[in-house]
């Protein structure tokens, strides 16, 4: 089976650091790019950035970049999202998800992960 | 950046009506590119529709998909119980973004 499983809910202060993770099975990790979608209590889905695990090229959104840092181990078939110094805007649902087709960013996104629950507060 | 504007922002109807959904983008899109999700409370967003009219693996045929350029409709011929739900529609890309999302709820 094809699925992607995240790491559980976190509870931080703000200037915490935290790094959550998503592992993917059932196929070829390093042909299908992963991207992280965030979604703030009762908002919608936002685009936060894409890596390509064979070789950790990142493409970030203009509005995540700088704030995230995502990254990938491709021994391990897991993908990261990071920060290192988290904020109480930062709470949220965090999903990975990968990308339909093989090696290619014009293409929908067809499995995720159940999503990581991350709350910043102090 | 491509900004994608789904009406109405919800629908309240009975099972067994019939759901349309819009998708209007800032500028146009290739067919291509564009897919609709559907999110239930609690749990991940699901892929329904991509390539703007193809059904994801093991979705049902109630749910089609149409349109190009801007406008785009996800259609869901007869409501199921199962289908009250959020649904977002999405351009795919190199800066790929959703759309507000329209919650579909019962009447």
């Known amino acids: 089976e094809v699925q992607l499983v995240q790491s559980g809910a976190d509870v931080k202060k703000p200037g915490e650091s935290l790094r959550i993770s998503c592992k993917g099975s059932?196929?070829?990790?390093?042909?299908?790019?992963i991207t992280w979608v965030r979604q703030m209590p009762g908002k919608g889905l936002e685009w936060m950035g894409t890596?390509?695990?064979?070789?950790?090229?990142?493409n970030y959104s203009p509005s995540f970049q700088g704030h995230v840092t995502i990254s990938a181990d491709k021994s391990i078939t897991t993908a990261y999202l990071q920060w290192s110094s988290l904020k109480a805007s930062d709470t949220a649902i965090y999903y990975c998800a990968r990308l339909k087709d093989s090696r290619s960013y014009y293409c929908a996104f067809d499995i995720w992960g159940q999503g990581t629950m991350v709350t910043v507060s102090s | 950046e491509i900004v994608l504007t789904q009406s109405p922002g919800s629908l309240s109807l009975s099972p067994g009506e019939r759901a349309t959904l819009s998708c209007r983008a800032s500028q146009s899109v290739s067919s291509s590119y564009l897919a609709w999700y559907q999110q239930k409370p609690g749990q991940a967003p699901r892929l329904l529709i991509y390539g703007a009219s193809s059904r994801a693996t093991g979705i049902p045929d109630r749910f089609s998909g149409s349109g190009s350029g801007t406008d785009f409709t996800l259609t869901i011929s007869r409501l199921g119980p199962e289908d009250f739900a959020v649904y977002y529609c999405?351009?795919?890309?190199?800066?790929?973004?959703f759309g507000g999302g329209t919650r579909v709820e019962i009447k």
């Open positions: 999405q351009q795919s890309g190199r800066s790929p973004t």
């Open positions: 890596i390509d695990p064979s070789d950790s090229y990142i």
């Open positions: 059932g196929y070829s990790f390093t042909n299908y790019w």
